[in-house]
């Protein structure tokens, strides 16, 4: 037996046990550390994808806006100067409102609320293009009157208005969304 310091008497075994111990601990304390750290770094990744997801269909929603404009300015363009280029226009838009609103449902499909957002505004642009397509029919028609009245502030333009709040709403939904993601 050997004495150690103060008089206690301690056997070499013991001693080896404690340190057997005390380097246990400190595996175990290095081991919980190396999981934490990967699990935060798992937790960050996934949070960034999150986030990235957001801004995907944030963007989206800019491309659907960007595409009913088009065909909002270039039936209003036809309309009012009977230019052919407006025409071309409106056709480029209308043809683009479909694919980019495919795109947002398909972004979205892991949300329902989203999922809902999104019908209620491809109904709202269904009837708003459907409008635009009517007054450029009676325009081509010789009905200019008529024509410049389907777009005219009143229930077009309260369409075209519903259509803005269901694009806000979608993204206000995906915003708060990033805000929880950040």
Request: proline residues 2%; glycine residues 8%.
């Amino acid at each position: 037996e050997a004495i150690i310091g103060t008089g206690e008497k301690w056997s070499l075994s013991r001693l080896n046990w404690r340190a057997i111990m005390a380097g246990l601990v400190l595996i175990a304390a290095g081991v919980t550390v190396a999981i934490s750290v990967g699990y935060n770094r798992e937790q960050r990744e996934r949070a960034g994808n999150l986030q990235r997801h957001s801004f995907e269909v944030l963007l989206q929603t800019q491309r659907l806006a960007s595409a009913v404009d088009k065909a909002e300015i270039g039936s209003r363009g036809y309309l009012f100067t009977g230019d052919l280029q407006f025409l071309n226009i409106f056709n480029e838009g209308v043809n683009r409102v479909p694919r980019e609103l495919a795109k947002l449902k398909e972004l979205t499909r892991d949300n329902p609320a989203q999922q809902s957002n999104i019908e209620e505004l491809s109904l709202v642009l269904t009837q708003r293009v459907f409008r635009l397509r009517q007054a450029i029919q009676l325009s081509v028609e010789g009905n200019q009157t008529s024509a410049i009245q389907l777009v005219r502030p009143g229930e077009g333009f309260s369409s075209m208005a519903g259509a803005q709040a269901m694009l806000d709403k979608i993204n206000g939904v995906e915003t708060g969304l990033l805000d929880q993601r950040s």
